[in-house]
């Protein structure tokens, strides 16, 4: 497997569409990746791949973050490279350190403005992945442009975007929590304020937002 990872990350210097091999090698290791959320079993080929990643040699995500900036591929391709990379990050979630270099968090954000609304709804999925449980990503993110790329695909005027405003509003129900663990840790108000300049009604949103999860709070009990 070594091999074969060095070799998929020499083609994907020279050829970005190379992404689609990677996405094929994640789906044969599907099998043991289920079995690991079930019984906490780690298949030998899974455990290497797992080894790999944590080589800066080998690891998949740092090689795929340099091809993000690739400004010559197709919505298809975008697709294809955000869904390995959300499983990459599901399966090594280490590799998020990856994202602590405001450059790669910024080749990512730049995708939420594409065109295609398919593609700017998968790349607010992949930000999610990137972000969970790391709060410095929370920060590069914010100072990489994101706040303010993210907030202006949120759009109530046009009717053929409603999926993409749910998928906005379920960033933000992700994004606007408080945050615990240390000086770099804020609030969802804090955090609120970021939006405001390109979204003067953000308290409205905030206020529907709180609104939403209050409802959801109580369908669960």
Not at 60 to 77: F, G, I, K, M, S
Not at 134 to 159: T, V
Not at 165 to 179: A, M, P, S, T
Request: charged residues 25%; hydrophobic residues 45%.
């Amino acid at each position: 497997m070594d091999s074969q990872i060095l070799q998929l990350i020499e083609r994907l210097d020279e050829d970005a569409s190379t992404v689609t091999k990677i996405d094929e090698l994640l789906a044969k290791l599907l099998p043991s990746i289920e079995k690991l959320h079930v019984s906490r079993y780690v298949s030998p080929e899974l455990q290497l791949f797992l080894d790999l990643q944590d080589d800066f040699r080998t690891n998949l995500t740092n090689a795929l973050v340099e091809v993000y900036r690739n400004d010559e591929w197709n919505a298809e391709q975008v697709l294809v490279a955000n869904r390995v990379l959300q499983g990459l990050l599901m399966i090594h979630p280490a590799s998020r350190v990856v994202f602590h270099r405001q450059r790669n968090m910024a080749s990512i954000i730049k995708y939420l403005g594409h065109e295609d609304m398919e593609v700017a709804k998968s790349t607010i999925i992949t930000l999610i992945h990137v972000m969970i449980n790391d709060l410095q990503n929370f920060r590069m993110f914010e100072s990489a442009g994101g706040c303010s790329a993210l907030i202006k695909r949120f759009d109530l005027d046009r009717q053929d975007q409603q999926n993409l405003n749910y998928k906005v509003i379920e960033f933000l129900l992700f994004y606007l929590v408080d945050e615990e663990g240390g000086p770099e840790a804020l609030t969802g108000a804090q955090k609120s304020e970021l939006f405001r300049s390109d979204f003067a009604d953000i308290d409205w949103l905030v206020e529907s937002l709180n609104d939403m999860k209050a409802e959801l709070g109580t369908i669960r009990e």
